[in-house]
C-alpha cells in the first residue's frame, strides 16, 4: 500500500469512503462518550463543504485512514484523525501526523493540535506516542465538567 497521503477535493468521490471510514471508526465511541460525538451530523454534504474549507487527507485506495487539516491561529488544528480499525498498529497514524507536520511547516504555523474526549484514555496514550502533550481540558456547551482535551506538538 501507498502511504503518501493524498488530498481530497469538494467533488471527489472518494468522500463518500471517508464518511464510511470516519463512522467506521469512531462507531466505539457510540455511549462511551458525553456529549456524543460530532459526527453523527457529518453527512456527504457537510463534508464536501469542509473540503472546500479545510483539507482532507486521506491514506490507502480505497480510504483506510484520514484527516482534517484546518488552520487555526498559529496552529493547524487535526481534527477526525482516523484509521480502519483494520488498519491499526501499521504506523499510518504517524504518517498522517508527520504529513499534518510537513503541511504546518509549509504553512507556517507553530503547532499542530488536536482535541480528544476526556473518555478516551487510549486515544491520549496514541497521541502521547506520536509527540503531542496535553495544552487544556475544556467543556462542552451545558456541561460543568471537562469533556476535551486539547493536546498539542510543536512543528519540527
Known amino acids: 500500500m501507498d502511504l503518501t497521503p493524498y488530498q ?3 467533488g471527489d468521490l472518494a468522500l ?21 460525538s460530532s459526527l453523527g451530523t457529518v453527512t456527504q454534504s457537510s463534508l464536501q463543504q469542509t473540503a472546500s474549507e479545510a483539507e482532507i487527507w486521506c491514506i ?19 481534527g477526525k484523525v482516523c ?19 510537513d503541511r504546518a511547516r509549509q504553512l507556517r504555523l507553530a503547532t499542530l493540535e488536536l482535541r480528544t474526549r476526556v473518555e478516551l484514555v487510549d486515544n491520549h496514550a496514541t497521541f502521547k506516542a506520536l509527540g503531542f502533550t496535553e495544552y487544556a481540558r475544556t467543556a462542552h456547551p451545558g456541561y460543568k465538567h471537562p469533556t476535551s482535551i486539547t493536546m498539542r506538538k510543536p512543528v519540527s
Open 16 to 36: 463518500a469512503d471517508v464518511l464510511t471510514l470516519m463512522r467506521d471508526c469512531f462507531a466505539y465511541m457510540e455511549g462511551r462518550i458525553d456529549p456524543p
Open 60 to 78: 490507502g485506495i480505497p480510504p483506510v485512514a484520514c484527516m482534517i487539516l484546518t488552520p487555526k491561529g498559529s496552529s493547524l488544528y487535526l
Open 83 to 101: 484509521v480502519a480499525p483494520t488498519h491499526q498498529r501499521l504506523g499510518l497514524a504517524r504518517h498522517l501526523i508527520d504529513h499534518a507536520n
Open 8 to 10: 481530497l477535493g469538494p
